[in-house]
């Protein structure tokens, strides 16, 4: 590695310089014959020679894997092709914006049949099962804005509950798709200054933002991710009613949060969120490493990113919190079916390890894969037949499956997709899927059954 190669293009994060596929993937271990579909993973991967500038802005690539009855029949992956990669810009000299000319490079989500890849502040990406690009989607005209890459499917209603944020006000505009695809509801939300809101939650009766003080800095715009932490901006978390722009606000201790784990309602009425907090110098020292200007902080110790919970009650006007627990973590997930309800247990990674945290209790297992691997986002799959632990007489909600693509820092070495037994992960994996090249680390994941129709 040359001294000038930036760390998000080297080691873990290095990207790689074609399109491939193969057939007939060799396992060790047994895969479940009943984990019949495709997992797709997301990251950033610039082209050839490319800088992106900051690990965030490279050019959106799938990589996919296709199981079926105990096989992993095949592996290829894709640039998703999108108008940025073919060399549009995304604000033109006029200032206009092209919501077509995004990375579309975050996540990867199936909605009413549609399998899009996502990245905040653009127009999603429609792909096909085998990672063909379609084309960008804005839901018949209606989407005028960017959307989220973390969107959160009801799973009560199907409905999908999405935003955008932005440099010029509106500074926040939720969305609301209904269970067949359709956008129903759109509306500015009031926020005090253009924000990088990554991620929010949703309960049965409320949106909850995380307005926090990681904003727009006009100083570095055109250099990477133009944002930086601000001192002066008041850290909170709103609820908001699903169908009201009015915002409660709650003040908090000055942090930033990338990724939610869940929130729910408790039998008091309280909003319960859980989700993964930096403070000012974990941010700064995370910011600087994917290629964010450096900041004060970061080179002493800086903490860790860890999970923690925030209790806020509408009716005395409170918010507390707490650390669930102490370990450096990230990408939470956990059973979707639980999304906006009471859950237990969240799974997590931290750089070489794959974590299962109880709520109750916090971290009970992990699977470390040794100082050379890099853990990647662990999507968790249903056991067939299973339910989600919600109910007398159900079966647990830890009953299922893992999937995480994991990542040598040399180069050579190919990945593996490991998938866990979620109720015993410290046995380590009962199967590995041996990639025939390297998965460079990137974001989030998703597993599309066969029993999901596609369009």
């Known amino acids: 590695m040359s001294e000038q190669t930036p760390s998000y293009l080297a080691g873990h994060l290095a990207p790689v310089q074609d399109e491939t596929e193969a057939t007939g993937l060799h396992v060790t271990g047994a895969l479940p014959p009943e984990l019949?579909?495709?997992?797709?993973r997301n990251g950033p991967n610039p082209l050839p020679g490319e800088d992106s500038g900051h690990w965030f802005a490279g050019h959106g690539m799938l990589h996919g894997v296709r199981l079926e009855n105990?096989?992993?029949?095949?592996?290829?992956?894709?640039?998703?092709?999108?108008?940025?990669l073919d060399g549009a810009r995304p604000i033109g000299p006029d200032g206009t914006r092209d919501l077509a000319a995004g990375a579309a490079?975050?996540?990867?989500?199936?909605h009413a049949g549609r399998i899009l890849a996502l990245m905040e502040t653009s127009y999603p990406y429609e792909l096909s099962p085998e990672l063909d690009t379609l084309g960008p989607c804005d839901f018949g005209g209606r989407l005028t804005t960017g959307m989220t890459a973390h969107p959160k499917e009801d799973p009560c209603t199907g409905e999908l509950h999405l935003f955008d944020y932005g440099v010029r006000p509106p500074y926040l505009t939720y969305h609301r798709l209904t269970a067949d695809g359709e956008l129903a509801t759109s509306f500015p939300v009031e926020v005090p200054g253009p924000t990088m809101m990554h991620d929010f939650a949703i309960t049965p009766h409320h949106i909850v933002w995380l307005d926090l003080p990681v904003v727009l800095d006009p100083d570095l715009v055109g250099r990477g991710v133009p944002?930086?932490?601000s001192d002066s901006y008041t850290a909170r978390i709103g609820l908001m009613g699903r169908n009201d722009p009015a915002v409660r606000w709650f003040d908090i201790e000055p942090c930033y949060v990338f990724h939610v784990g869940n929130a729910h309602e408790d039998d008091r009425g309280r909003v319960v969120l859980d989700a993964v907090r930096y403070g000012p110098d974990a941010w700064r020292a995370a910011w600087a490493r994917a290629g964010g200007p450096p900041g004060p902080g970061?080179?002493?110790?800086?903490?860790?990113?860890?999970l923690h919970r925030w209790t806020l009650d509408p009716a005395t006007g409170t918010v507390t919190e707490q650390a669930l627990d102490d370990t450096g973590v990230e990408f939470p997930t956990l059973d979707d079916r639980l999304v906006g309800?009471?859950?237990?247990?969240?799974y997590a990674v931290d750089s070489h390890a794959i974590v299962k945290v109880d709520s109750e209790h916090g971290l009970v297992a992990r699977h470390d894969l040794g100082a050379d691997w890099h853990a990647g986002e662990?999507?968790?799959?249903?056991?067939?037949?299973?339910?989600?632990?919600?109910?007398a007489g159900s079966t647990g909600e830890d009953e299922g499956w893992l999937l995480s693509i994991v990542t040598h820092r040399s180069p050579s070495v190919p990945s593996r997709l490991l998938v866990h037994d979620a109720t015993d992960l410290a046995a380590?994996?009962?199967a590995t899927v041996h990639l025939p090249r390297r998965v460079p680390a990137g974001f989030h994941g998703t597993w599309i059954p066969d029993t999901e129709p596609h369009r």
Do not use: C, E, K, M
């Open 227 to 229: 944002y930086r932490w």
């Open 298 to 306: 970061q080179a002493a110790a800086a903490g860790v990113s860890s």
């Open 70 to 84: 105990g096989r992993a029949a095949w592996y290829r992956n894709r640039w998703v092709r999108t108008r940025r």
């Open 105 to 110: 490079n975050t996540s990867v989500i199936q």
């Open 378 to 391: 662990a999507v968790f799959v249903p056991a067939a037949g299973s339910t989600d632990g919600s109910a």
């Open 428 to 430: 380590g994996p009962v």
């Open 341 to 346: 309800l009471p859950h237990r247990y969240l």
């Open 36 to 40: 019949t579909g495709r997992y797709f």
